[in-house]
């Protein structure tokens, strides 16, 4: 079982800043892909950025430039760094690790229990 709990969630006004964390902890014998999610009331949860175990990233087109996704491999952390924060920014925002209990095991997927991020004045 593997466990990420979320912090960084707030309220910002239009502009402003905020980082978030995720930190991963229990049976992870390798964790491949990291990456955050977000979601707002009707709608699909959708992907906002990813980075592989070798650090490629890949972000959805609404937040390139602006946000920036890092991990630190060693504290088994995702981190997104999210600047000149936008009213519809504001959503739900929910990590992803895809981990692996073993060498033998398969690739399995947890999530984040969420952190609000709001953008307003």
């Known amino acids: 079982q593997v466990q990420l709990v979320e912090s960084g969630g707030g309220l910002v006004p239009p502009g402003g800043s905020l980082r978030l964390s995720c930190a991963a902890s229990?049976?992870?014998?390798?964790?491949?892909?990291m990456g955050w999610y977000r979601q707002t009331p009707g709608k699909q949860r959708e992907l906002v950025a990813i980075?592989?175990?070798?650090?490629?990233?890949d972000y959805a087109n609404s937040v390139k430039g602006r946000f920036t996704i890092s991990r630190d491999n060693a504290k088994n952390t995702v981190y997104l760094q999210m600047n000149s924060l936008k009213p519809e920014d504001t959503a739900v925002y929910y990590c992803?690790?895809?981990?692996?209990?073993?060498?033998?095991?398969?690739?399995?997927?947890?999530w984040g229990q969420g952190t609000q991020v709001t953008v307003s004045s």
């Open positions: 980075i592989t175990s070798g650090g490629s990233t």
């Open positions: 229990g049976s992870i014998f390798s964790i491949n892909a």
């Open positions: 992803n690790v895809d981990s692996r209990a073993s060498w033998y095991g398969k690739v399995l997927t947890y």
